[in-house]
Structure formats: structure tokens, C-alpha cells
């Protein structure tokens, strides 16, 4: 899949990036750890405030879940208990959709997870781990499972589905299913078929955020 | 916590140094605009416009919805300016309530809707029943002052730059033609008004800010983040192409004389002037792109002009 991303696009916040996919085109700022509100404050841990904005109209449900889904996803990625009572401010706003928002969210929400997971590293928060999210579609007629499928592909489709992924081990081996959000039609050998469809499928995106990363943290160290 | 940004003595003594001997940290004149950078994206209505380390983005978006019942004939136009951290953590999330947000939703609804830009009576299907609600999305990306201005010309270019779908109207039935099965037609613009920001700078002492007797104020077009945080007074103009001032607001800040303020609209009408044609130039590059085979395809005879 082919994904083109930019890391620390913006100057006013600690760490952002720019994802693209396809259509789908998402920025992501974060900013931390900064001091939280009273009502935020963790004892221990980092706070995490997490903000998902539309491109068009304004946020609605649709976009709570999907901070609620991206929350899931990135707690357990953050050595949150370096940071006690503090806040990250996590902020993804989505500059083009690429799929009907009346429907479809999956391309959104994957590509938010990379998003903020290079927004993240730019900023230097401490991780545990790394990840990477691809929408995965099962369409019609061919039952055929298509990887980053297009707004087309979607129109088609039996069943959709986000996975995520933890990767150790500089990005060799998956540790653990963050997120598998299925939702439509389908059986349980077409979603074992797209699990290991899809291990295969993320190892080559987090080889190739990692090389983003690479290439953009490295003319910044001093030798 | 939003905590505002604070500039430490040093660094504000030294801005307002430089200002009195006439110099400003980037480099600029005191009456020089930053370059104004302006990106479409694939869809109609889909621009981006960087000014120095400004970005905004805008986005507009259509659908089809019942008119007020006081005006029937007028479809429905709103404009969204929420700032979100993104572009600084001074910015609270979902929080309209500060002074600068909502100063600036006010100035771009002053001079954009209100001054009727856009061509609303166009909006409308059936009178009494069915309209266009137009809804321009700003998007503030990243934050280095003058957000009036580049939102101003991002909702501008985002308007002339998007296309409604094609609809016909059989009696109350209305039939809207997807794009790729109708050419699309853009929305009516009435004029193109755009915002110019002067900072002021006052280089006596306090006594200066209240009575402001002598008019020895420092005047600089488009200010940074750091000059915004510093200045004493503001001025936001907006005008046309037509020589027309759309709107002037100043909200309190240092004293000026009439004569500043004309000074002021006159330096503002040479950078819109030079603005208005850069975006016309970028919006017909933009179509020539989009509409590759046109000029091939139009059976329109080659006229002497």
C-alpha cells in the first residue's frame, strides 16, 4: 500500500505529522506533556485528551468513537507512568475523508492511528511499542479481501474492518492485536484469511513509517 | 490547561527595540504582507493557504435543506471558525469563549456573510421549501498571527473554488445530478473582500496609550504571533477590488487620527489589489488543470477579440 507521510509540518506544537492514503488525508498534532485540568489529572499516569475533528460540519457522535477507538488503541503504546499528572493532547483533523462519512469510517480511523503514532514520535513521548493500522474491505460477489480499499471498493462491500497492530522488536515481530473493528458480513475463516492477510500487510507499513521516520529524525541528530 | 503564551521581558524589549529603529525579527518592512501561498486539494472547495508559518485550511460543503421562513428566497450560508490545539496550546478544544476566537468568527461573518459575498438569493430551489445550505469549514492548522486575514482569503478562494452539484426542478421535485454525471456549477460571487490586519505599536510611554495626543504610533501590516502578543492596538480593514470598504474594526487599543486611518485603508487597497488577481491567476490554473481537454473539445469558434 502506498502511503506518503510528513513528520513535524507544524511549529506551534511539539509533535505533528501529515498522512496521506490514497484519498484519505489526515494532520495530526501533538502536544505534551503539558499540565492538565483538574478533572484530566492522573496520579500515576499520563492523561490523554484525544480530539478527532471532521473535515466538514461539525464533530457529531461518529467522531466520539472514533477518539474512542484511537484512545483504545494508543494507551497501551504510551509508557504512560514516566509522565504522572500530566497531559498529552492528541488532535487529528481530517483534511480529506476518501470514503462516504455517512457510512465508512475505517480509512479515517487507520489512518488517524498512524497519524498520531508518528505525531507521537515526533514528539518524543516514551513508547512501549510500535503500530500500524490498515482498513481491510471484503467485497462483494468475489469475496475477495482488498487491503486499503478505495471509496469505490467500499460502495461494494460485504463487511469492513480496521486492524491494528503492535510491533517489538524494531518492527519484526506483532506483539499484540490492538484493535479489530469488523462491522458488515462475514465468516470466521474470511476473518482468520484477513487477520494473516493483514499481519503481512502492516509488517510492510510499519517497515516503511519506520524508514519515514528515519529519514526525517536523522538529518536532525548531531553526529 | 489552555495557558497563554507568555513572552519574557527580554525578548519583548528587544521586539519593540527593533520596531523603533525600524526593524522587524523576520525581516519584512513595516508595510509588507507575507507571501501568501494558497493549495487546492482534489475536491472542489478543498484549500489550503499558508501565510509565513500560518496555516489554514478551509473546506466548503453543500446540501440541500428549508430556507428560514422569513427569507424564502435565500438559502442558508454559515461560516465555522473553531480553533482547535492544534494550532497552539493556548487554544482550548471546543471552547469559543476567548476574546481572539471570537473576534475573529465575528470579522470573517462581518466581511464575508454580512457583506454578502456570497450570492445567497442563488441558493434557492423552491421558494418557501427548498435551498442550498452552504457550510464554509475553517480548519486553523498551525498558528502564527494574522488568522483574520488567512482565513479571510481562505473562504474566499475555498467559495470561488467550489462547485454545487447540477439539479432540475420538476414543480416540488428536485433531481440532483451526481458530479460525474453533470458538470457541476459554481456558486454565485457578488465581490471578493479581504482582510488586511495593522498592528500598532506604541514607542512612548503609558500616558501616550490613553491620550494619544502626538500620533508617533508604530503601524506594521500583518504581525506575527509575537508582535500580536506585544502590540497595543489593532485594526482590521477589509475592502474589494472595487475600492469598496467592506468593514473597519477596531476594538479599542491605542488612539489614531482619521488621516492614519486613511493611510491605512490606501496601503491595504495595494496588497488586496496584488491578492485579488494572485488568487483569480491561481483559481483559472486550477481549472485549465482540472479541465484538460476544454479547450479541444469546446465547439466554440475562434473570435477576434
Known sequence: ?223 | MAKDIEISASESKFILEALRQNYRLDGRSFDQFRDVKITFGKEYGDVSVEMGNTKVHCRISCQIAQPYEDRPFEGLFVISTEISPMAGSQFENGNITGEDEILCSRIIEKSVRRSGALDVEGLCIVAGSKCWAVRADVHFLDCDGGFIDASCIAVMTALMHFKKPDITVHGEQIIVHPVNEREPVPLGILHIPICVTFSFFNPQDTEENIKGETNSEISIIDATLKEELLRDGVLTVTLNKNREVVQVSKAGGLPMDALTLMKCCHEAYAIIEKLTDQILQLLKEDSEKRNKYAAMLTSENARES
Do not use: W
Not at chain 1, 15 to 22: A, E, M, P, V
Open chain 1, 1 to 223: 500500500m502506498s502511503i506518503q507521510a510528513e513528520i513535524g509540518m507544524l511549529d506551534h506544537v511539539d509533535g505533528s505529522s501529515q498522512f496521506i492514503s490514497q484519498d484519505t488525508k489526515i494532520i495530526c498534532s501533538v502536544t505534551g506533556p503539558i499540565e492538565p485540568k483538574a478533572r484530566q489529572e492522573l496520579p500515576t499516569q499520563l492523561a490523554l485528551e484525544i480530539i478527532v475533528r471532521p473535515a466538514k460540519g461539525v464533530a457529531t457522535t461518529r467522531e466520539k468513537v472514533l477518539e474512542d477507538k484511537l484512545r483504545a488503541v494508543l494507551t497501551p503504546l504510551i509508557t504512560r507512568y514516566c509522565y504522572p499528572r500530566q497531559l498529552c493532547q492528541i488532535t487529528c483533523q481530517i483534511l480529506e475523508s476518501g470514503e462516504d462519512e455517512s457510512e465508512f469510517s475505517l480509512r479515517e480511523l487507520s489512518c488517524c492511528i498512524n497519524a498520531a503514532f508518528l505525531g507521537l514520535v515526533d514528539a518524543g513521548i516514551a513508547m512501549n511499542s510500535m503500530c500500524a493500522s490498515i482498513p481491510i474491505a471484503i467485497v462483494k460477489d468475489s469475496n475477495e479481501i482488498i487491503v486499503n480499499p478505495t471509496a469505490e471498493q467500499l460502495r461494494i462491500s460485504l463487511s469492513v474492518h480496521t486492524l491494528a497492530l503492535e510491533f517489538v522488536d524494531g518492527g519484526k515481530v506483532v506483539k499484540n492485536v490492538l484493535l479489530l473493528d469488523s462491522n458488515g458480513d462475514f465468516s470466521e475463516d474470511q476473518l482468520f484469511n484477513l487477520l494473516e492477510l493483514g499481519e503481512k500487510k502492516c509488517q510492510e507499513l510499519v517497515r516503511r513509517l519506520r524508514e519515514i521516520i528515519q529519514d526525517n529524525i536523522s538529518p536532525r541528530l548531531v553526529a
